[in-house]
């Protein structure tokens, strides 16, 4: 069952749908019909890392709690 992203285009509220067979969404804050599915990103589910490793982290520079390990470049920003 796919998840569709809509926008109500009586109140502009965005939301997710989780599309069953025969279920037509309606806007969860005002309850209307005239939605617009939007065009969304993909999930993609990888394992393992690949990739450079962050130079700043490798460094003891990078200073943000969760970094990502990844070439980011937010050992720039103070």
């Not at 067979?21 to 393992?48: D, F, I, M, W, Y």
């Not at 490793?53 to 200073?63: F, M, S, V, Y």
Request: some cysteine; charged content about 20%; proline content about 10%.
């Amino acid at each position: 069952m796919p998840i569709y992203e809509y926008v109500c285009g009586d109140c502009n509220t965005p939301f997710e749908w989780l599309t069953r067979e025969g279920e037509e969404p309606a806007c969860p804050a005002c309850g209307a019909g005239n939605l617009t599915r939007q065009l969304s990103v993909p999930a993609a589910h990888t394992s393992g890392t690949s990739g450079p490793e962050c130079p700043a982290k490798e460094a003891g520079e990078c200073g943000v709690s969760n970094c990502c390990r990844s070439n980011c470049g937010m050992a720039d920003f103070p």
